[in-house]
Structure formats: structure tokens, C-alpha cells
């Protein structure tokens, strides 16, 4: 499967954005993820959902202030993120794994498909 990520931009600080990562196929049965990678860091797990069901799995640093939806129509999956900060900026991934098991969720290296990455920038 290949992964399309877009919808990175430029915005304040408790500003808001929604990136969408579009799979070239059905996606349904993948553990689709958001990532992110900050300069100097290692790339770190954001949100899921795994295989194909419907509860969301999110990082503590984002839990409340991001969502992770999809829309199986359109092979597409979100991230709305609100209430931005500067700590959030980074460039975003999505992934996507076939096999994985849940407790691999946030293991980047279990997956086996990556989008290019939508660069996010807050500023203070």
C-alpha cells in the first residue's frame, strides 16, 4: 500500500490543523499510525488505530488535544490536532502495518509502509 501525507503547515500556537494520510488501497485491515520526528529526535508514536478497529490509541503528550479519525470510503485517515504548541512541531508520518500486534503499536520499526511526512510547524 502506498501512503499519501498532507495538510502540514504553519500555525500559532493553539492554532489548528488536520492532516490526512490517503491509502492507494483498502486500508481497513492495516494498524494505520501517525508519527512524528522532531530535529534531533528519534521519530515517536502520535495515534492509531489498530487493524481495523474503531478505538484510537494515542501518545500521553497528545491525548485531549488531537483526534484520529477515518473514513474506510475513502481509504483516508485524520488527525485533527487543536490546541497546538510549539513542542508538537515536527514532520508527521503515517504508517501503516499489516501484521502488527498491539503491543508493537508504538514501535516505529514494525511498520512496514511510511507516507513522506507533512512538515508541522508551531510557533510561540
Known amino acids: 500500500v502506498q501512503l499519501q501525507a498532507s495538510g502540514g503547515g504553519l500555525v500559532q500556537a493553539g492554532g489548528s490543523l488536520r492532516l490526512s494520510c490517503a491509502a492507494s488501497g483498502p486500508s481497513s485491515r492495516y494498524t494505520i499510525a501517525w508519527f512524528r520526528q522532531a530535529p534531533g529526535k528519534e521519530r515517536e508514536f502520535v495515534s492509531a488505530f489498530f487493524r481495523s478497529g474503531t478505538r484510537p490509541y494515542y501518545a500521553d503528550s497528545v491525548k485531549g488535544r488531537f483526534t484520529i479519525s477515518r473514513d474506510n470510503a475513502k481509504n483516508t485517515v485524520y488527525l485533527q490536532m487543536s490546541s497546538l504548541r510549539p513542542e508538537d512541531t515536527a514532520v508527521y508520518y503515517c504508517?501503516?502495518?499489516?501484521?502488527?500486534?498491539?503491543?508493537?503499536?508504538?514501535?516505529?520499526?514494525?511498520?512496514?509502509?511510511w507516507g513522506q511526512g507533512t512538515q508541522v510547524t508551531v510557533s510561540s
Open positions: 504508517a501503516a502495518g499489516l501484521n502488527l500486534i498491539l503491543s508493537s503499536l508504538r514501535t516505529h520499526d514494525q511498520y512496514d509502509y
